[in-house]
């Protein structure tokens, strides 16, 4: 049940952000740039799916099941997951996950900033820049995992409801590839069979 009354059958940031959307408009701006970036950073090296890999990785520390479902599903679809296997070994285990030694650095890196953003050590970033990280690729695996840290915490703060049919989330993540992310309610529906 939802600490404050939040529209009805709205599952996780779908409800505060409705609930005030002169907030929800520059949180979606925000995650729009960190998460679909490429066209805005053409030099970073990250691909939208390896920053849904970050954002999923840091709401599984922080224990928050939507947005890790949700941005799991996001990155499977953007990386051709359709199982959810990798998405699950990062979560279970990122160092024996099969994804590049680079984004186990700056996974590592994510990790320290959801402990406190004072833990990053240099000897984290040198890692990073060694399997080929670049500044922007740095920045904004910092800005991700801080973002999240937030995000997570406003879901979980109001205690918002998440539905546990995989099938909506796998909806929901290819209207979000195809769209962004957007606080409108078209593209997921709130309850039973995606239609």
């Known amino acids: 049940m939802p600490h404050i009354e939040l529209p009805a059958g709205l599952p996780g940031i779908r409800g505060p952000m409705a609930f005030s959307p002169e907030t929800a408009r520059p949180l979606n701006e925000l995650v729009?740039?960190?998460l679909r970036s490429n066209a805005h950073r053409p030099d970073s090296g990250l691909s939208e799916g390896e920053r849904e890999l970050i954002a999923t990785h840091v709401s599984s520390l922080n224990d928050c099941f939507f947005c890790q479902t949700i941005h799991g599903a996001v990155a499977s679809q953007h990386l051709g997951d359709d199982d959810w296997s990798l998405v699950t070994s990062v979560k279970c285990d990122y160092q024996q996950a099969a994804i590049s030694p680079k984004m186990k650095a700056l996974l590592t890196i994510a990790?320290?900033?959801?402990?406190?953003?004072?833990?990053?050590?240099?000897?984290q970033i040198e890692?990073?820049?060694?399997e080929g990280a670049t500044d922007h690729d740095i920045h904004d695996t910092v800005l991700i995992a801080a973002a999240f840290c937030m995000f997570n915490r406003y879901v979980d703060g109001l205690a918002t409801w998440a539905p546990d049919d995989p099938a909506l989330y796998k909806y929901r993540a290819q209207k979000v590839a195809e769209y962004g992310y957007t606080h409108e309610d078209h593209y997921m529906p709130t309850t039973g069979s995606p239609t």
Not at 111 to 123: C, E, I, N, R
Not at 127 to 130: H, L, S
Request: aromatic share 0%; hydrophobic share 35%.
């Open 32 to 34: 729009n740039v960190l």
């Open 127 to 130: 890692a990073a820049r060694t």
């Open 111 to 123: 990790g320290s900033v959801q402990q406190g953003g004072k833990s990053v050590s240099p000897a």
